[in-house]
């Protein structure tokens, strides 16, 4: 328990004062408050189509403009910026908790546990997931935000588990490991009392990667037209945008607030994620 | 030692810097070297024998730093050299065996190709059959075969990569040779052989060398001179056999009474307490919190390294005392 | 090289191809539904413009052959997946999927290689400059440049880059691959080709590039570390010598390493591309038959990636041990 409360405060709290983590935690912070603070000045029931009138561009009125689809563009950003999120992290966190799983297995049992779930590791590693993902969603088509998480998820774990399995493998060796096993400490016991405990802080670090990893994936879907159809989502802007041409018909306010949000979103997760990669990380590209 | 020296090193300084301190691992350290000879350096690990090794190259790299001193080798000040100079000097006149020679050759190049390049640096006409003709002698030189040249180094056991890395230090007959711990890696056995193919090759072109080790029996049996390091400092430099005759400085006496026998081999362990750290050295003599003869002088002052006898110098305020060398 | 490892490489490339088939074959029998009845209802809301509605119908059943055990159903898929029967297109009736795609395929083929080898090629020189000592000053004020870049997804960069350069100042081609309405085979038609995909292509070195000059950074940082560095500096080689052949040659074995891991991604992301660009590669294929719920299309063309990214990891993968001696006797 000591082991697992200093690990997680030092691994949650010594990063803050690297700059790169507080620019990526004040970004992130900023676009969470733009979805809980939002709709408290902005109407959000005007995120649904046909509620404004058509193709305005920004005006007092409407801030952001209004798309092809009669939507006011402010209203959509946010309503849809948390669901980006919240499908981002659910699938991360979906994915990191199998990877967590598969890496202690195979970290700590090794031999052909070991052989089998790494060489899937590896394979699924080179498969490009927008491939799986695109039949799985074409076929289920009427999706919401939970399923497309849960969908993601069942990609996102790779990374999570290779951290975790080489993480373990050299905690197994681990003195007071080898003294639990010699106790006579069950397998299930030393796993969970003694060695996940330490993996915390690795997968909080995967977890910022595999999100950053979950939204790339379900903004693939989503501007290809195969995001949720009925919440609004950063994606599904662009696919509108895109769909009814609106940059040849210089409507610039349609799908610049999108990118900016993306950008801004990918920006503060990559910074975040490099921030703790510099200390919780042993080797992530460890070779194969 | 001579008279006209080939290596003379001049209150050369070096330090690392850590946070906002400096450790000095290398401080005020003069020596000299004739031409041919065997010089041992010991010391516990730590007392600064590898950074010393790599700022006769200038091959140390930051955090370290030279802060003063003088290098001269056959003439040249190599603390002054420019970088076109320096690279010209350096292996043609200065060859270095690193410490854990294991890591020392290029895992993807060849040995082959790997002594190539290096003569091809230097030696701008050299044809590559000549080359070739070069390389096949010194791997048979070292006790190698030929066909060592046509392997990559993970093929090779470790001592045959120790032979190859003695083959690539004397490819330019070098005036100096620096063997920083040559076969700490090695077994036993190896060892041995190793060291005395090291022996040869150095008789045979000539060169001067510096060996870095712990290993007291092995230091007996391949250098002339003995040097002794502690916290930076050298603190005792005698003929080998002087040396273990007569030991003077309190710390090379315990040095050679912690071996069971001059002819067997341990190394420096068996002495109680432990080195200061660089960056809180106790006042005074840095070894007085082990030392048994300890005085309070030792505890104030630092001693320098004085000359006691025909090339036997040693910073000790007792063993100075005891030859009245401070009127 | 020994047997075993190319057996093994080769092993792990029909696994992949394997799992491809078999997602292809059980998430629509999965999904809600009978199989036909999404084709079946797409026809009759298509009423009568597609002609031989009938022949599509009877085409779907035979190919499902739904009255077979399951078993003999996969295996028949897998069967004509392999000899790449990936059955008729509903949007290009009565053109195979195969022909479709074996169509854009060269496009989607000649953009992804040529821009990810200039940016892997570009990212490693850059990143082994920015750890390497002896590196001019300016090349590191390069480096949180190239962080920005390496967050930033492709699609997105695509959308900046075709917004900067094309939509604004009129300078590129909005999109499509050449003018006119076939590609032309002289030096100007190997010119408009250029300039039709200069942006595609940007797009995706500028999103590759950061990653590349990061990963390579760090691993340079690792080998100049090396004992090797040392004595190769020792022995007095010229800078040059020690950067290309001693630092840059080990530093680039993690990176062949990642480059086999990071296709995958690579190739989602220009798929991506393709489409902000009308290129008309198997992106855009994919694009127009999710719009037109071509289902056996968007299947094809989701193995076909999987086929592509997977051969050039094995080829990778083969090449690999000629790179790194230490794996060839394994
Ligand atoms: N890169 C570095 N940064 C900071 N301090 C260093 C560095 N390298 C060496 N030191 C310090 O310099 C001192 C001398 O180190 P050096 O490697 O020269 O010792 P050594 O006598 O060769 O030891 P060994 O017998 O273990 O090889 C040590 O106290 C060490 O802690
Ligand atoms: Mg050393």
Known sequence: MRAFLTNTIGGTLRPLANPRMSVGVGILLALVLLGLVGPMFVDVRLSEPISVRTNQPPSWAHPLGTDSGGRELIAVMIAGTPQTLKMGILAGFIGVLIGTFLGLISGYFGGWTDRIISAVTDTMLTIPPLAILLVVAAAVRAVNVESMALIIASLSWMYAARVVRAQTLSLREQSYVQMARLSGMGHMRILLAEIFPNMVPIAFASLVGATSGAILSGMGLEVLGLGPQNVPTLGMTIYWALLYAAFSRGMWWWWTPPVLILVLLFLALFLISSALDDFANPRLRSSR | ?327 | MSWSYVLRRIAMFFAVVLCAVTVNFIVPRLAPGDPTAAVLEQLLSRGQQVEGAADIVAAYRARFGLDDPMIVQYLRYVGNTLTLDLGTSISYFPQSVTSQILTALPWTIGLLAISTVIAFGLGSVVGALLAWPGSPHFVRSFAPFLMVLSAIPYYLLALIVLYVLAIWPGWFPLGGAYSGSAPSFSLNGLLDLLYHGFLPGLSIVLAGVGFWALGMRGAMIGVLGEDYLTLAEGKGLSPRRIFFGYAMRNALLPQVTSLAIALGTAASGSVLVEVAFNYPGIGYLLFNALKSSDYFLIQGVAFFLVLTVALSVLVLDLIYPLLDPRIRRQ
């Open chain 2, 1 to 327: 030692m001579i008279d006209a020296p080939l290596l003379s090193i001049n209150d050369l300084s070096v330090s690392y810097a850590i946070g906002n301190e400096r450790a000095r691992a290398v401080d005020g350290l003069s020596l000299t070297l004739g031409a041919g000879q065997r010089l041992g350096i010991v010391g516990e690990s730590g007392s600064g024998k590898s950074t010393l090794a790599l700022a006769l190259m200038r091959l140390h790299k930051p955090p370290a730093m030279i802060d003063s001193g003088q290098i001269l080798l056959g003439g040249t000040d190599i603390l002054r050299l420019d970088q076109g100079a320096l690279r010209k000097f350096r292996w043609s006149e200065v060859a270095l065996i690193p410490q854990g020679a294991m890591n020392a050759l290029n895992p993807v190049i060849k040995v082959r190709e790997q002594m190539a390049d290096t003569i091809r640096a230097h030696r701008r006409d050299m044809s590559a059959r000549d080359i070739n003709k070069r390389i096949d002698e010194l791997l048979v030189r070292v006790g190698l075969s030929t066909s060592v040249a046509g392997l990559y180094p993970h093929e090779l056991s470790g001592g045959m990569k120790q032979r190859v890395c003695i083959a690539l230090a004397i490819v330019l007959e070098p005036k100096l040779i620096i063997a920083d711990e040559p076969t700490s890696a090695l077994d036993v056995v190896v060892q041995r052989v190793v060291i005395e193919t090291l022996k040869d090759v150095q008789a045979q072109i000539g060169a001067a060398m510096i060996m870095i080790g712990h290993d007291m029996g092995l230091m007996a049996q391949s250098v002339d001179h003995l040097a002794v390091m502690y916290a930076g400092r050298l603190v005792d430099q005698a003929p080998i056999r002087e040396f273990f005759r007569r030991p003077l400085h309190p710390y090379s006496q315990l040095l050679i009474s912690s071996l069971p026998s001059p002819d067997e081999t341990r190394p420096l362990a068996g002495i109680p307490g432990m080195q200061p750290s660089l960056l809180d050295l106790p006042a005074g003599c840095a070894f007085h919190p082990r030392c048994p003869l300890v005085q309070p002088i030792c505890r104030e002052v630092m001693p320098p390294l004085e000359t006691v006898e025909p090339h036997r110098r040693v910073a000790c305020h007792v063993v100075a005392e005891a030859y009245n060398v401070r009127a």
